[in-house]
């Protein structure tokens, strides 16, 4: 069985995108559709990496980020988010985010940050 990766996007058309890609390249893939939904996901199934986006609504990403860290603290979570956010992408780091990709992402970018933080 392949890695499983969540990903956490608003936009269903960038999770289909990324879906696309990463069964494409053998990973199993889980959705969710903001930060809360991404929690409770993330409780259920206990992905092998999760893809999220920073600004959403219910609870952003990195809400979403700091309450998956505080269930697992080992969690691999790879930030994404659109240019010009670099003061989030600090805080996401320090908040335990493996990585950051920014949007509009190349698919190589991101193939390379799961393989990364999955080895």
């Known amino acids: 069985m392949g890695m499983t990766v969540l990903i956490v996007d608003d936009a269903a058309f960038m999770r289909l995108r990324l879906k696309k890609l990463l069964t494409q390249q ?29 600004t959403m609504p219910e609870m952003s990403g990195l809400d979403a980020l700091k309450a998956i860290k505080d269930v697992d603290s080992a969690a691999k979570v790879i930030m994404v988010s659109a240019l010009g956010q670099q003061a989030m992408v600090i805080q996401a780091i320090q908040n ?24």
Do not use: H, T, W
């Not at 991101?110 to 080895?119: D, M, Q, R």
């Open 26 to 54: 053998g990973y199993d893939v889980e959705e969710a559709a903001n930060g809360r939904e991404a929690v409770e996901k993330y409780q259920a199934i206990r992905p092998d990496c999760v893809l999220m986006d920073i």
């Open 96 to 119: 335990g985010a493996k990585d950051f990709i920014v949007k509009p992402y190349e698919p190589e970018r991101v193939l390379a940050s799961l393989s990364k933080v999955l080895s």
